[in-house]
């Protein structure tokens, strides 16, 4: 079947994108109210692109009636944002934090989930994910119904279970997380394996 996405409604955009293209990480953004309480929000749309200089990307839509989510407005006044990897340890908090509550509600207060302060930024972190990465707004990508934030790592919390030995690799073992498929469909990554590329020079006999 072919599909054209230059004339297709946007929920249907959404629908074949997210089917097929996953399992997408999952990034639990923690960021600082206006008023002073903590705001956390789960991001599907969300990856790494770059090491040099360190740059995760976040993909944000408005709420269905158009109204900004409080996450983009905080994130558009501090210029900072942290991403919490989840696990299904933080499984429950990563849902209760994606309910749409009003703005001056503390999602993770709400998830009764710990937090601690943030090293280089003013949004907390959770000591419970298995690595937190405080970030800096390198850019903001406006567009009429999203906004892609560039922004860059600065600081990394790194749960030390989640390390090998040698605090080099992250240890297979432990560090298994959730990402999003389609609709409320997850994946873990509790199976992996290692696949190593065949010899060149035995592909060109």
Request: include cysteine.
């Amino acid at each position: 079947m072919e599909f054209d996405l230059t004339s297709l409604g946007p929920q249907d955009r959404y629908r074949l994108l997210t089917n097929f293209v996953g399992p997408r990480p999952i990034a639990l953004v923690t960021t600082k109210a206006g008023s002073g309480h903590n705001n956390g929000a789960p991001m599907s749309f969300f990856n790494l692109f770059s090491h040099d200089p360190a740059i995760v990307a976040l993909g944000i839509q408005p709420r269905l009636d158009g109204r900004e989510k409080d996450t983009m407005a905080n994130i558009r006044r501090t210029g900072q944002f942290t991403v919490n990897m989840v696990d299904m340890a933080l499984s429950r908090t990563m849902l209760v934090c994606g309910l749409g509550v009003d703005p001056d509600v503390d999602e993770l207060e709400l998830a009764d989930e710990q937090v601690a302060p943030g090293v280089q930024v003013e949004s907390v972190y959770l000591p419970a994910s298995p690595c937190a990465m405080e970030c800096r707004v390198e850019r903001l990508i406006e567009y009429p119904r999203r906004v892609i934030i560039l922004g860059e790592v600065v600081h990394m919390h790194i749960r030390p279970d989640c390390l090998d030995e040698s605090q080099r690799y992250v240890n297979p073992e432990v560090y298994h997380p959730i990402a999003r498929l389609h609709a409320d469909n997850y994946i873990v990554a509790d199976q992996q394996f290692v696949l190593k590329p065949p010899a060149l020079a035995d592909l060109q006999k």
